[in-house]
């Protein structure tokens, strides 16, 4: 979290993992804030939020997938 969150103030767009929802949308917002801070002002649809188990290899694949969708390359 506290990395995505530093990246996003610096300008940088990511994707955003974790199994509960909840604590995605947090992460999200303060992603959003952090990138405001920074100067950067990335909206919310700036980053990739998918909710999954990173053990299961299939959504593993499947997120790395919507990642190359989103935003061109990893």
């Known amino acids: 979290r506290a990395t995505a ?6 300008g940088w767009v990511v994707t955003l993992t ?3 929802e909840v604590e995605l949308c947090e ?13 950067a002002s990335l909206l919310e649809d700036a980053f990739l939020v998918v909710s999954g188990d990173i053990t299961n290899e ?14 061109g390359k990893l």
């Open 18 to 20: 974790a199994r509960r």
């Open 5 to 10: 969150i530093a990246l996003a103030g610096a």
């Open 58 to 71: 299939e959504f593993v694949h499947e997120l790395f997938k919507r990642t190359i969708e989103k935003f």
């Open 27 to 39: 992460t999200q917002t303060l992603c959003v804030k952090s990138s405001k801070e920074g100067g």
